[in-house]
């Protein structure tokens, strides 16, 4: 719900009549502690900026969230001066997005032919990453990270977002801010608060996610296998196997009623590399079921209010673009709204359209190649009754030399490279030794 105050009115209570424990004052409040809320905040926390972090979980366990850092996220994480420790964490390299259908594999996107320090895609656990950027974050006096604070209300005062109330494990809190700004996610509370609705870009279809054994010296494979109506895929996370198994909407219910056994059999037929592990798969509780479809919201701010990532583009799991999208919001968020808030005198509202209208057409563009792929390769994958034949483009662009070089640009890279600007130039801020 939007809370209307008038400036002088700032209330000890909520509108449910809760009392309000304090009234805490910051430059920008960004609400989400994902990937594209914690580079945000890092960003401007460099430049000087008062910057609280509010983050619903106490803790920043994703496993099965966008545990992919394109070649574009380490570009912009060496432009902040920081991919070398980055790289100092757990991870692991993918060189290349390999498929395989009717016995031929096919490296649909090959990251080393591209000029970058990053040829490859780095597979880190988004917990990982999250505590290192928010570590970061830290080492600046004018950041503030608040685990475990849920967004309850947003104050609107003569029609501009001025702030929110969100609860912790004490009470209710009150954060006024310049801006507001939400990161939150797919499920995005301050989006459902500000009363934005999404439109839906993409026909949905379910993925079955899960973790198997894997030998440190086992081989890479083909990231994706096709047969018989079934995608199973497997990424390489260092000692363990994440699995991925792509069904129709729907036929997850009738997957479960078929037993455990079942999926252990069909994923064992489809990825016989690991058939002699399936076993570790014992109650579904072990898998996470995520469903692969995108949306877009028509207008990405209010006065005050700024959505980003998620929160205002969900896009589907399709390459794993979704967090470099996420964090390309956030370095643009950053790079054309911290002059501004570094001044003090607020952010004008046609500042926050710019954001959206930088980067509103990469999203829309990359959102379509998604849905095609959906639509030309998933869903004719998942019928059983017809063998799978691959669109002549996947066959054709890796064999021509000016063309091969078009599908690891894009989901390296994205439509529009983005850049951190002036390299996150630290204005104010000062490191804490």
């Known amino acids: 719900m939007t809370t209307h105050v008038t400036p002088s009115s700032r209330q000890a209570e909520s509108p449910t009549g809760e009392g309000v424990l304090d009234v805490q004052q910051t430059t920008c409040c960004v609400v989400g502690g994902g990937p594209a809320g914690a580079v945000l905040a890092l960003m401007l926390a460099r430049k000087g900026i008062a910057v609280m972090l509010l983050e619903a979980h106490g803790d920043f366990d ?13 570009e912009n994480m060496a432009e902040l001066g920081l991919a070398d420790r980055l790289l100092k964490l757990r991870h692991s390299k993918l060189p290349a997005i390999t498929f395989e259908f009717g016995g031929a594999s096919v490296a649909f996107a090959d990251f080393r032919l591209l000029k970058t320090g990053f040829p490859y895609i780095t597979m880190m656990p988004q917990t990982d990453f999250l505590e290192f950027v928010t570590g970061e974050a830290a080492r600046y006096p004018n ?13 609107e005062e003569d029609g501009v977002i001025r702030g929110l109330r969100y609860r912790s494990r004490d009470g209710l809190h009150e954060v006024r801010a310049q801006l507001t700004v939400g990161a939150d996610g797919r499920f995005s509370r301050v989006r459902r608060l500000a009363g934005f609705e999404p439109i839906k870009t993409s026909a949905p279809m379910d993925a079955l996610w899960f973790h198997l054994p894997r030998g440190l010296d086992e081989s890479d494979v083909d990231i994706a296998r096709i047969s018989g109506g079934q995608i199973g895929i497997l990424l390489n996370r260092g000692d363990r196997w994440q699995a991925g198994y792509v069904i129709p909407k729907g036929g997850y219910r009738q997957l479960r009623d078929g037993g455990m056994e079942k999926l252990q059999r069909s994923f064992a037929d489809l990825r016989p590399e690991v058939a002699d592990r399936v076993d570790h798969l014992h109650e579904w509780g072990q898998i996470s079921v995520l469903s692969v479809e995108s949306d877009r919201l028509p207008k990405w701010y209010r006065p005050g209010l700024l959505m980003i990532g998620d929160a205002a583009h969900v896009m ?17 968020a950053a ?64 064999r021509v030399p000016i063309l091969r070089k078009l599908p690891p640009r894009l989901i390296g890279f994205g439509v529009w490279p983005v850049h951190v600007k002036n390299g996150g130039t630290v204005l104010g801020g000062q490191w804490r030794r």
């Open 143 to 155: 950041f503030r990270l608040v685990m475990g604070a849920s967004a309850r209300e947003l104050i």
């Open 335 to 398: 790079n054309l709204l911290g002059d501004s808030l570094v001044q003090g005198g607020g952010v004008r509202t046609r500042d926050l359209a710019r954001v959206q209208r930088r980067r509103e057409w990469p999203t829309r563009i990359i959102q379509a190649l998604q849905a095609q792929m959906q639509q030309r390769v998933l869903a004719p994958a998942l019928n059983p009754t017809k063998a799978f034949a691959p669109p002549g483009f996947m066959r054709f662009l890796p």
């Open 316 to 332: 589907s799991p399709v390459a794993g673009v979704g967090i470099n999208y996420a964090i390309q919001d956030a370095v643009v």
């Open 62 to 74: 994703r496993d099965f969230r966008g545990d992919t850092l394109h070649p574009s996220v380490m």
